[in-house]
């Protein structure tokens, strides 16, 4: 939305990625918090949610490198991160692999978001809705 909202690409991948980075480094930390409380509170009907049920076949097909790399476009990076804690795996591997997936999504999207934005509006100075509302025009 930044970016397509004539903010420069560069500034708004970075902060996307950083920001999701420390989100999800901070998930993953009090991940087994979670774990803890949900298995105390352990309900089957908790477990048959969509969400889950798609990461729980991500889990099962792919492993772990599915679920963090597949698993932001089908049910969200913050629930792939805790999810696959949650399914057993370390939090370092998790850690480093969301690092990687989380990188190659934001250069996806922000590269996708910033040409496909610039091949729809042209002669406009590529300026977006964000920037005409600061500058008044």
Not at 98 to 120: A, K, V
Request: proline share 4%; glycine share 10%; charged share 10%.
């Amino acid at each position: 939305i930044a970016i397509v909202g004539g903010l420069p690409t560069i500034p708004v991948m970075f902060l996307s990625f950083f920001g999701n980075l420390l989100t999800i480094i901070l998930l993953i930390k009090f991940a087994d918090n979670f774990r803890r409380w949900l298995l105390k509170n352990k309900n089957p009907k908790n477990h048959e949610s969509k969400r889950y049920s798609r990461a729980r076949l991500l889990w099962n097909n792919f492993g772990l490198p599915g679920l963090l790399f597949i698993g932001p476009i089908i049910v969200g990076s913050h629930l792939s991160a805790l999810l696959s804690i949650v399914f057993g795996a370390s939090k370092q591997k998790t850690l480093y692999l969301m690092s990687i997936s989380l990188f190659s999504w934001t250069l996806i999207l922000g590269i996708g978001s910033h040409y496909g934005f610039n091949f729809f509006i042209k002669g406009d100075n590529n300026q977006g809705f964000i920037m005409k509302i600061i500058n008044g025009s």
